[in-house]
């Protein structure tokens, strides 16, 4: 998956923006972890669920990749339902391929 797979067409231009930065953050693992949950989600955010998304965007990607998989605590100002939300998008409790 090289991108994004969600047409942008239907979203507002705050949504668009966000959803074109989930997708190009700098470090290719976080823009698929951003830019997968932002495609699937982007469209069912509250506006503040997407204010707070749009903070995690400004993370650094060393830091927010830290927390998501666990090797870094995540500071209790950051532990957002959002983020929890994201967290959980890809979190597998078995095995992806059969």
Avoid: C, N, Q
Avoid at 30 to 39: E, I, S, Y
């Amino acid at each position: 998956m090289s991108g994004t797979t969600r047409t942008s067409a239907d979203l507002d231009p705050r949504r668009r923006r966000t959803l074109f930065r989930a997708w190009h953050r700098g470090m290719r693992e976080m823009d698929l972890l951003m830019g997968r949950f932002a495609d699937a989600e982007i469209g069912d955010l509250s506006e503040d669920d997407l204010t707070a998304f749009e903070a995690l965007i400004e993370l650094p990607d060393r830091d927010l990749l830290g927390w998501l998989t666990g090797e870094a605590a995540t500071p209790s100002d950051y532990d957002t339902p959002v983020f929890r939300r994201l967290k959980a998008f890809h979190r597998h409790d078995s095995p992806i391929h059969s």
